[in-house]
């Protein structure tokens, strides 16, 4: 972007006093007079050589200032795009600091129900935000690409709090949050905020459309941050990622999770990855503490099952082939730290599983010191997680009528190699 410095107050006086030679000068010479101008006429084209002089000497000092529009923290904490004032305010934005060496405005544009963006890092939230959202309707955003080279779209969900799933099937048949026209998205609901996805945005110019759908009584809000990515940078996972890490150590959590109470939602079917970092070769997973005063007994994994009774039964592992409605799904999951596929001596199985389900999170079902939390280690790469829960939590022939599976909460750590 191109910023044109001008003293324009300066330069507009200058050449007012610009004036061609007097109107007789050029009579003269029309007419093949050889006479002389008038003194009078001399002095007077010295004084324009010299205005001509400081007019050229200022115009060499205009400053031509070209930069990127790029993604840029504002005062506010929000990240926005380097604008010029004037594209902020065309755009609809409203700026929050400066960028660019001060030539240029840090800009947020947020964008409501209705709206189409073919900006980068835009916000789309709820009608009235920060204020609730308590509309029965739709409330959506098209998306669409600032040049051919995007390949993903980054969406952050800053703050996502809508309706619950149906408590028996965990299906989101009330309120849901529904992303077309890119690669096939699971359809999500309840609370959700820190929580991001990648959407593969396929080839052409085609638009995104991210759609909330709202039914019943309830004060919704949201805000989502929505980043477009082209197809060489450095930070895009590999396709097929609907989530993303590239820390060496995190936190990884199921959609509506939220800190134990939420209930894991139907119909998923998602790969999580982790960016293999460099001088890494491993990567362990162990659930995360829970944090609830009233649980007892850990629920930060329970997928299948309803064996846990607050405030004494520990709930079970289950491994493998077990696993058939809901499971999380890790390459060669083992409790071994060395690379090698064989677990703890003594242990079922006795090699490493690729699912893992039930309420205890752990790849043997019979861990040598349950009282503590079991650690799962993965030497495959690239790093993922598979996760798979089928269409309807009720009734899914592994007693789970009724259940409160609140899905899982992970923390991982990335292991160093030895060799």
């Known amino acids: 972007m191109i910023l044109l410095l001008l003293l324009l107050s300066y330069a507009t006086c200058l050449k007012s006093e610009l004036r061609e030679p007097r109107e007789g000068w050029f009579l003269d010479h029309q007419y093949g007079s ?16 010299k205005h001509r002089s400081r007019l050229s000497k200022f115009l060499n000092l205009i ?43 840090c800009c947020i544009v947020q964008l409501s129900c209705g709206s189409r963006t073919s900006k980068n890092s835009t916000y789309f939230v709820n009608d009235n935000y920060p204020s609730g959202y308590n509309t029965i309707g739709q409330c959506s955003n098209t998306v669409e690409k600032i040049n051919t080279d995007i390949c993903q779209l980054r969406l952050d969900f800053d703050v996502m709090d809508i309706q619950q799933p149906d408590p028996n099937t965990h299906q989101c048949t009330i309120d849901r949050f529904v992303v077309t026209g890119g690669s096939p998205v699971p359809v999500i609901c309840g609370v959700n905020t820190g929580q991001h996805m990648y959407i593969d945005a396929g080839s052409g110019n085609s638009p995104v459309s991210l759609t909330f759908i709202t039914t019943g009584d309830y004060n919704r809000t949201f805000k989502m941050k929505i980043t477009q990515i082209e197809c060489g940078a450095v930070n895009r996972p590999f396709e097929g990622c609907l989530q993303y890490y590239h820390q060496v150590s995190g936190t990884i959590q199921s959609f509506n999770y939220v800190a134990a109470e939420g209930l894991h939602l139907s119909n998923q079917d998602y790969t999580i990855c982790v960016r293999n970092e460099r001088g890494f070769c491993g990567i362990s997973y162990q659930a995360c503490g829970d944090t609830v005063d009233s649980h007892t007994v850990s629920e930060s ?16 592992v289950k491994v493998g082939d077990s696993c058939t409605t809901d499971w999380l799904a890790i390459p060669c999951a083992t409790t071994s730290t060395d690379g090698s596929a064989v677990q703890f001596p ?8 690729d699912r893992i389900c039930g309420e205890v999170f ?22 993922t997680l598979r996760v798979h829960f089928d269409t309807d939590e009720n009734g899914d022939g592994e007693g789970e009528e009724g259940t409160n599976n609140r899905g899982f909460c992970l923390n991982y750590v990335q292991q160093p190699c030895t060799s």
């Open 34 to 49: 050889v006479d002389e101008p008038a003194v009078e006429d001399q002095t007077a084209d010295v004084q324009a050589n």
């Open 346 to 353: 003594g242990t079922t199985p006795g090699t490493c599983v």
């Open 63 to 105: 400053t031509w200032v070209r930069f990127d529009n790029d993604e840029c923290l504002a005062t506010t904490g929000e990240n926005g795009t380097c604008y010029t004032a004037d594209e902020c305010e065309e755009f609809g934005g409203k700026p929050s600091g400066t960028c660019a060496s001060g030539f240029g405005v």
């Open 362 to 383: 752990c790849s043997v079902t019979d861990h040598p010191k349950p009282e503590k939390p079991c650690s799962v280690y993965s030497f495959t790469r690239p790093f």
């Open 301 to 316: 994994f329970t997928l299948t099952g309803s064996d846990i009774t607050q405030p004494d039964n520990t709930g079970k």
